[in-house]
């Protein structure tokens, strides 16, 4: 009777411990996130959206000023509670979950514009990132960019900013010697949808390096 209690003990932690492999897209905007985002939803696999984006958008359709511009304390407070609210979305049975962004990118835009989260919500912040165990990071490596309505960032800006979040990134402990932390580099593909796909084979062989899943791409 003790071995078969021990048994079902031990059975329990393990399948309690296991967690999806978290794979976290960071850095600037229109650098191609959301697009392999996307791409890997169709896939079948779990994706978590952008929150900035969300709360834009849900700003702007109800006819308020952009949030970037109305208050930014606020709407660094309110990035911060959708992307702890989407996340919850991530179950532990999923294998792996591809996220467009984590609260990371707050202390990095936080960084790049001087203006520090409020108080409680960095403390918030930073719990939730040490809680989530994220298990890579990828920064893509900028693309064409424009503003528009959602995106407010000078052209200009967009190297200053993808260098912030990179030091961001090791600010927070992730390092390419430690194979948590990667550029992911632009290729010389003749169309959109070929550089998606090379940037998805170079995501694939990183999964597979550091957590020896192999993922089909045979239909890809």
Same mark, same amino acid.
């Given at each position: 009777m003790l071995k078969k209690n021990l048994a079902i003990l031990l059975s329990l932690f393990l399948i309690s411990s296991l967690s999806a492999i978290k794979i976290v897209f960071e850095g600037v905007p229109e650098s191609g996130k959301s697009t392999l985002i996307k791409f890997f939803e169709e896939k079948g696999f779990k994706t978590i959206p952008e929150a900035?984006?969300?709360v834009i958008e849900n700003a702007l359709k109800k006819g308020k000023k952009h949030p970037?511009?109305?208050?930014?304390?606020?709407?660094?407070?309110?990035?911060?509670?959708?992307q702890i609210k989407l996340e919850k979305d991530i179950k532990e049975e999923e294998e792996i979950a591809f996220l467009d962004r984590v609260p990371i990118s707050s202390f990095g835009y936080?960084?790049?514009?001087k203006h520090p989260l409020p108080p409680e919500s960095e403390i918030k912040a930073r719990k939730h990132i040490k809680k989530s165990e994220y298990d890579i990071i990828f920064l893509p490596e900028p693309l064409p960019y424009k503003e528009d309505e959602i995106r407010k960032e000078k052209p200009e800006e967009i190297k200053e900013i993808f260098d912030t979040m990179w030091e961001?990134?090791?600010?927070?402990?992730?390092?390419?010697?430690?194979?948590?932390?990667?550029?992911?580099?632009?290729?010389?593909?003749?169309? /959109?949808?070929?550089?998606? /796909?090379?940037? !998805?084979?170079?995501?694939?062989?990183?999964?597979?390096?550091?957590?020896?899943? !192999?993922?089909?791409?045979?239909?890809w």
């Open positions: 900035a984006t969300l970037v511009l109305a208050d930014p304390e606020k709407f660094q407070a309110d990035i911060i509670d959708m936080a960084k790049h514009r961001t990134c090791l600010d927070f402990g992730f390092r390419p010697e430690n194979n948590d932390l990667f550029i992911l580099p632009k290729f010389s593909a003749k169309t /959109k949808e070929e550089e998606i /796909k090379w940037r !998805a084979y170079f995501i694939v062989e990183i999964i597979y390096k550091n957590f020896g899943i !192999a993922i089909d791409t045979s239909n």
